[in-house]
């Protein structure tokens, strides 16, 4: 039972990055996805999460409007669209997968939601 993300890389600010987070030894249709990022000496923060259903998805403040998850139940493999990339959002994103089918309606709270981690990628924007 694991999460793998993959994707990370430098890009230019303004540039567009794709994660994957690739499920194995478990059903993903029946769990929450969530997305996570964290840099030096703070906090995981959480970035989108997506329901087993679809009915919701969630993101941070920092990244609506910019940010993209999806899920593809078939290729058992969850995404991160992200556009308009910024300095702040270099970090290294993790992917996570939900206690239950649901996420929480605020990113505050979606850290709490989840039981199983994966390895995480880094994204670095910078000129």
């Known amino acids: 039972v694991q999460l793998q993300a993959s994707g990370g890389g430098l890009v230019q600010p303004g540039g567009s990055l794709k994660l994957s987070c690739a499920a194995s030894g478990f059903t993903l249709s029946d769990y929450a996805i969530g997305w996570f990022r964290q840099g030096p000496g703070q906090e995981r923060e959480g970035v989108a999460c997506i329901s087993s259903s679809v009915s919701r998805i969630t993101y941070a403040d920092s990244v609506k409007g910019r940010f993209t998850i999806s899920r593809d139940d078939a290729e058992n493999t969850v995404y991160l669209q992200m556009n308009s990339l910024q300095p702040e959002d270099t970090d290294v994103y993790y992917c996570?997968?939900?206690?239950?089918?649901?996420?929480?309606?605020?990113?505050?709270?979606?850290?709490?939601?989840?039981?199983?981690w994966g390895k995480g990628t880094l994204v670095t924007v910078s000129s």
């Open positions: 996570a997968r939900g206690r239950s089918g649901y996420c929480a309606s605020s990113s505050r709270y979606l850290y709490y939601g989840m039981d199983l």
